[in-house]
């Protein structure tokens, strides 16, 4: 174990106060209460970084919270976060700007023929503010006595000699200047050493990521993700009213795919109820888009345009707005061991969107973050004389529960997609489990000289969309973006594809400063990593910055 001055220890620490995160907390205090817990979280708040949806399916939620807290249902909380019991679930198909074709009958139709899309009904399921929830989970896991830390970003793992145990994890450093020189109130991160460590950070984690590449942990096919922007928006009591609290929109189609003609993408658009005169409106696009000059706010923009979405939201005020990426890649993007198969190694497990258990054929991943939470938990359990067996045993679990039987039973959908586009894809796809795995690009690969044929007149608003994310960081820390390499951007990238961060980017980071691109407004960031993973060369780094900073979610 590494030398370190600040060094404590805890039995269990989780990285991540997620659904996935808590989920595991909480389970492993319900079963073990004299196990110490601690779950590191970058947010200030519980929830601040959580964004979704979301259609939430309810029962692991159900599972973990009938052992965890009895009569939990009559709570205001549990009343709060599931007020919004799914009634009416329209899928339409969007042609052009104004016409609106519901498909749910094509969907009910592939549920009696057991085909793949049958999986998008939502119906007797919950929409809710997944920050809200995750607050709620949060607190639920501080009362059994774990201990939750907001404002701690882990940046890294320490592996033992052999790389096989993790010692610990280590937190960001605080009180450098942008420099990077030590102020008067510099603080080392902390290295916090753990028997187990439960790795539940979302899409594209950072410490995850480090930890695929040290412990050598392989993806059959690479991850994929999408970008999903979403609004809050307040609309009129008549307009909710039309809308009714107990319904979920989602559209294929317009404005990011039209047949033949093309835009191409992969994705679609939502409109959720929330809380009262409260909908969600988001746009949530496949990043392997070709378009340089294309950012998911302009597709949103196009959505609350288009005559259907229109008549709800028109007049309304946006409250909240946000961005976030899914992992898309599925069954056979999970980072795995080549050796043993474990989704994860040793005392080390990888849950939720960090492994990737999103199902795309019902774009949800909430409900397996969750479930994958509870698995660990009882992996943990069952390994407690011997943590190096923990990232096994889990992975056994994993793979007889409903996790694995979903992931496989999507696994050939998002991919044969990126493989052969959405017109051929998507029907294709049906063919299920009798099409092969694809060898696929990584999204940022896709970027071509191309343009959007439906750019908006109205140039998106970046300013009041962070605003109302109400993202903020210590403006006198180093940068936690990096561009690798400034010439590829000028001789490169600028000449073909303009810049194309400075678009995508849907906090305004990236600017044009004395003809080189910089990342000149990291404070803006709202850590969807979204230029990690959409630069053309794959020139952009994202690190964690330090704790506390980001986005203020309360009701996304
Ligand atoms: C636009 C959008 C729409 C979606 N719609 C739906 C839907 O309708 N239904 C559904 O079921 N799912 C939906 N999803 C997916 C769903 O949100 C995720 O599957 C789910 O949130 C995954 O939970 P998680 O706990 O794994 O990760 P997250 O919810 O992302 O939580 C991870 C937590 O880890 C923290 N963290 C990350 N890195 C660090 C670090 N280094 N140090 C400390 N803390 C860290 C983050 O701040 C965050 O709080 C949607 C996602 C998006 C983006």
Redesign the pocket.
């Known amino acids: 174990m590494p030398d370190n001055k600040n060094y404590s220890k805890v039995s269990v620490l989780v990285?991540?106060?997620?659904?996935?995160?808590?989920a595991a907390a909480i389970q492993l205090k319900t079963t073990k209460p004299d196990v110490d817990v601690c779950v590191?979280?970058?947010?200030a708040d519980l929830g601040?970084?959580?964004?979704?949806?979301?259609?939430?399916?309810a029962e692991p939620l159900h599972t973990l919270l009938n052992a965890a807290v009895p009569g939990w249902q009559d709570s205001d909380a549990a009343k709060d976060v599931l007020a919004n019991k799914i009634d009416s679930d329209d899928i339409m198909f969007f042609l052009g700007k104004k016409l609106a074709f519901n498909i749910f009958f094509a969907i009910k139709l592939s549920k009696k023929l057991g085909l793949g899309f049958g999986q998008m009904i939502h119906k007797g399921d919950y929409s809710v503010s997944?920050s809200k929830l995750?607050n709620w989970l949060g607190r639920i896991a501080k009362n059994l006595g774990v201990e939750v830390l907001t404002g701690?970003?882990?940046?890294d793992i320490i592996l033992d000699g052999a790389g096989a145990v993790a010692g610990g994890v280590k937190l960001v450093d605080r009180g450098l200047d942008k420099e990077g020189h030590k102020q008067p109130n510099y603080l080392e991160g902390e290295l916090i050493g753990a028997d187990f460590v439960v790795l539940?950070?979302?899409?594209d984690?950072?410490?995850t990521e480090k930890f695929v590449e040290k412990a050598n942990l392989r993806r059959q096919n690479p991850q994929l993700f999408s970008v999903?922007?979403?609004e809050l928006i307040k609309v009129s009591p008549q307009q909710y009213g039309q809308f009714t609290s107990g319904r979920v929109v989602h559209a294929m189609g317009y404005p990011i795919w039209t047949p033949v003609i093309g835009p191409g993408m992969f994705g679609g658009g939502?409109v959720?109820a929330g809380a009262q005169d409260l909908l969600s409106v988001?746009m949530?696009v496949g990043a392997d888009w070709k378009y340089c000059d294309f950012n998911v706010q302009d597709a949103l923009t196009n959505l609350k345009n288009h005559r259907f979405v229109k008549q709800f939201i028109e007049g309304g005020t946006v409250v909240e707005a946000g961005a976030?990426?899914?992992p898309e890649g599925g069954y056979h993007a999970i980072p795995r061991d080549p050796q043993t198969g474990s989704i994860g190694k040793g005392n080390v497990m990888i849950?939720?969107?960090?492994a990737g258990?999103?199902n795309m054929l019902?774009?949800?991943?909430?409900?397996?973050?969750i479930d994958?939470?509870m698995q660990a938990a009882k992996a943990i359990v069952r390994c407690l004389d011997h943590p190096e067996r923990a990232a096994g045993a889990y992975t056994e679990l994993i793979d007889r529960s409903n996790i694995a039987k979903e992931m496989k039973s999507a696994k050939n959908f998002r991919q044969t997609i990126a493989k052969l586009g959405p017109l051929w894809g998507m029907p294709l796809s049906a063919l299920g489990g009798l099409l092969p795995r694809f060898e696929i690009e990584r999204d940022y690969k896709a970027m071509t000289a191309a343009r959007y044929r439906l750019k908006p007149n109205q140039h998106f608003d970046k300013d009041t969309f962070t605003a109302v994310a109400a993202t903020e960081h210590r403006e006198e820390q180093p940068s936690h973006l990096t561009i690798l390499d400034s010439k590829t951007c000028k001789t490169r990238c600028t000449p073909v594809f303009n810049s194309p961060c400075i678009t995508f980017c849907p906090a305004g980071v990236y600017e044009t400063i004395h003809d080189e691109v910089k990342p000149a407004n990291p404070s803006n960031c709202l850590?969807c990593k979204t230029c990690q993973r959409k630069c053309p060369f794959d020139n952009i780094r994202w690190m964690?910055p330090e704790?506390g900073g980001?986005p203020r979610y309360k009701r996304m």
Not at 16 to 21: F, I, K, Q
Not at 200 to 203: D, I, K, L, R, S
């Open positions: 990285v991540g106060a997620g659904p996935a995160g808590l590191v979280e970058k947010s601040n970084h959580n964004l979704s949806g979301a259609v939430l399916e997944i995750t701690f970003a882990a940046r539940a950070e979302g899409c984690g950072l410490v999903g922007v979403k939502i959720y988001g949530i976030k990426m899914i849950l939720g969107d960090s258990f999103v019902k774009i949800k991943g909430l409900h397996n973050a994958s939470g850590h964690v704790g980001g």
